[in-house]
């Protein structure tokens, strides 16, 4: 077993094994042979090992990876072996300088006036560096602002090309030990060349130098302020983040199955009505909502953490291909949905009742205990077991209406509404609805509910009940009608006119209303 040591390349930290670090130090030592002539040595050493240490660290799966010696070997592919680019061997030197890779963006700031974003612009699109400052010149006097802004989050967010690697990658160049030698050689002869005519450019250059050492000093307090900005929005995205994802997991483990998740019955109906098992709409929805959430918790944590790791190439396919595979599904199932439910029909049946003309009619809602004890009218849906022990789709999306009747006969019209792929499929569906009522000694009683087969678990599913009463017929309304009713301003109607407010509770009062008044809570 080989043993592991520790270096620092470039003031990061390895862990690399023995043979692996024998052939690292073998190289460099090379590399600083070939090299030992040279004025800028040190400069183009430090670059090297600058190098090393970025595609090292690209490498690396974890912080506590080990350097092993294919890692070195892969290293050695990319920079090149030392023989091949002997410091006196110029068509070597001059052969791979020619060859060009895609560019990054950087700012140039050696060639700068504000930030250096204009040169960077230039290396990165190949433009004429004139060319480019004169457009954004041009586009700050028509943009009212916004070039400006766009100029300073560029400014802001663009990193600044300061190591040889970073200068290659701007202009294109391959990051090997051939290009990092002439580079570094020629920024050192810029250097000597300045120096020596440093006279000669004096007051020519004191104008630029002025101006660049002050968009400098502006551009590292946009910097810090960039850096703040940043971290600052990083917390933020990261609390958001986690707690959407934290919410979402305990929403798809216990939704439920403990009590702060028991909404009565919600649990039991298909709340997203997709035509699927309960479970995967669940869990399909979540992957939709959590993955983008998941994203935007790395994008906070980069912001806090600049050297933070990717999840790797393998793991932004896989999650983005889930992604896009749950949008797929849920698309097909919505529209598949729709198309089943584009026509809608109805049934009707009416009834006639007899009713002894001198009694008072009272009109109630009735509620089957063996389903439900509430006495109120909603879309929510559930799957129960009937007398026969036969399961059946519970339903309280019941309304109720009232009429003057035509003549002296009291009438029951109850009309079944529901959708299908068809008309007739639709016309199938409602006439499988069972909804009852009773008429016992002038009091009716009209179910709270109706009940239909399981696999019509839908919302779009109502009965609407209204009731004809003869003229000049006294009517008891009971206040179990209060929520059932769609007549307009019903509600207020009812409770300023025959029910009388006692300590949160509804009471009737000992009036009833006549048929004739019944015209005024019309629709």
């Not at 090309?161 to 051939?178: F, I, Y």
């Not at 009438?411 to 009522?437: C, H, N, P, Q, W």
């Not at 003229?471 to 769609?486: A, E």
Request: glycine share 4%; hydrophobic share 40%; aromatic share 12%.
């Amino acid at each position: 077993m080989n043993k592991t040591i520790n270096i620092n390349l470039a003031n990061v930290f390895f862990h690399i094994d023995e043979n692996a670090f024998i052939k690292l130090d073998r190289y460099l030592k090379t590399i600083e042979s070939y090299l030992a002539k040279e004025e800028s040595k040190d400069e183009i050493l430090q670059d090297i090992e600058a190098r090393i240490a970025e595609l090292f660290t690209e490498s690396m799966t974890h912080e506590k990876q080990v350097i092993n010696l294919s890692q070195v070997n892969e290293m050695i592919a990319i920079m090149g072996e030392p023989e091949a680019y002997k410091i006196d061997d110029e068509d070597s030197s001059s052969s791979s300088s020619r060859t060009r890779t895609s560019r990054k963006l950087y700012r140039d700031i050696e060639n700068n006036y504000i930030g250096g974003v204009s040169a960077g612009l230039h290396h990165y699109l190949g433009l004429n560096l004139i060319v480019i400052r004169l457009i954004w010149i041009i586009s700050a006097l028509f943009s009212f602002g916004a070039t400006v802004a766009i100029y300073v989050i560029l400014w802001a967010v663009t990193p600044a090309a300061r190591t040889t690697a970073q200068k290659l990658d701007m202009q294109g160049e391959p990051v090997n030990l051939s290009n990092i030698e002439r580079k570094v050689k020629e920024s050192y002869s810029k250097f000597a060349d300045k120096v020596g005519d440093i006279d000669y450019d004096k007051y020519g250059q004191q104008t630029k130098s002025g101006v660049t050492k002050f968009f400098d000093g502006l551009g590292e307090v946009l910097k810090a302020l960039g850096v703040f900005i940043s971290k600052f929005l990083g917390v933020i995205l990261l609390i958001i983040s986690g707690v959407v994802l934290v919410g979402s997991l305990i929403f798809l483990f216990s939704f439920g199955t403990i009590s702060i998740f028991e909404l009565g019955d919600f649990n039991n109906m298909d709340m997203f009505s997709l035509g699927v098992p309960y479970w995967i709409q669940v869990v399909l929805f979540f992957l939709v909502g959590a993955i983008p959430f998941f994203y935007l918790l790395i994008l906070s944590l980069k912001l806090l953490f600049s050297n933070l790791k990717s999840i790797g190439k393998i793991s932004h396919i896989t999650l983005i291909g889930i992604w896009i595979l749950c949008v797929i599904v849920i698309t097909t199932l919505s529209i598949k949905k729709e198309l089943e439910v584009s026509y809608d029909a109805e049934v009707v049946e009416v009834k006639s009742l007899a009713l002894a003309s001198e009694d008072t009619l009272r009109i109630k809602m009735d509620a089957n205990l063996l389903f439900s004890d509430e006495l109120r009218q909603s879309k929510l849906q559930k799957i129960v077991q009937d007398e026969s022990n036969t399961s059946r789709l519970y339903s309280p999306n019941v309304y109720v209406n009232f009429r003057t009747s035509n003549d002296d006969e009291l009438k029951l019209r109850v009309t079944k509404k529901s959708f299908g792929s068809s008309e007739t499929k639709a016309r199938e569906r409602a006439s499988l609805i069972d909804y009852d009522f009773e008429l016992e000694n002038s009091n009716l009683k009209l179910d709270t509910y109706f009940l239909t087969q399981p696999e019509f678990l839908k919302e779009d599913i109502k009965v609407e009940v209204t009731v004809y009463i003869p003229k000049d017929k006294i009517v008891y309304l009971d206040k179990s009608l209060l929520d059932f009713t769609r007549v307009r301003n019903f509600k207020r109607s009812y409770y300023n006119t025959y029910l009388d407010y006692k300590e949160n509770t509804w009471e009737p009062l000992d009036r009833s209303v006549k048929t004739d008044s019944l015209t005024s809570l019309q629709n």
